[in-house]
């Protein structure tokens, strides 16, 4: 059975920093693309980060130069360090398991991935 739990989320200041990290628990890590959303009350899940069981990363634009995800495979864990946080990164952020296994591409939408952590909470003060 797959289970992801985060946790690094928390309250900032507008342009501190956060590390989200994401444990995994079972044998599947290794072989596949892990991805980070985000969800802000009243507005749909979207992506922010992805990266591919053999290293590519892919962002969503908005955090793009400030964001930065990557992974220990030997400790099943992903991490999303967050920088020059803004108030409209504010939201729970899940990490979520793509359901293809070696997927040859980074995928972006949230229906590609078929497990998902509980969330955890990052709140961004101005």
């Known amino acids: 059975q797959v289970q992801l739990v985060e946790s690094g989320g928390g309250l900032v200041q507008a342009g501190e920093s956060l590390r989200l990290s994401c444990a995994a628990s079972?044998?599947?890590?290794?072989?596949?693309?892990m991805g980070w959303f985000r969800q802000a009350p009243g507005k749909e899940r979207e992506f922010v980060a992805a990266?591919?069981?053999?290293?590519?990363?892919s962002y969503t634009d908005s955090v793009k130069g400030r964001f930065t995800v990557s992974r220990d495979n030997a400790k099943n864990t992903v991490y999303l360090q967050m920088n020059s946080l803004k108030p409209e990164d504010a939201a729970i952020y899940y990490c979520?398991?793509?359901?293809?296994?070696?997927?040859?591409?980074?995928?972006?939408?949230?229906?590609?991935?078929?497990?998902w952590g509980q969330g955890t909470q990052v709140t961004v003060s101005s």
């Open positions: 979520a398991v793509d359901s293809v296994r070696r997927s040859a591409v980074l995928p972006t939408a949230p229906l590609r991935y078929n497990y």
């Open positions: 079972g044998r599947f890590f290794t072989s596949y693309t």
């Open positions: 990266i591919k069981w053999n290293g590519p990363t």
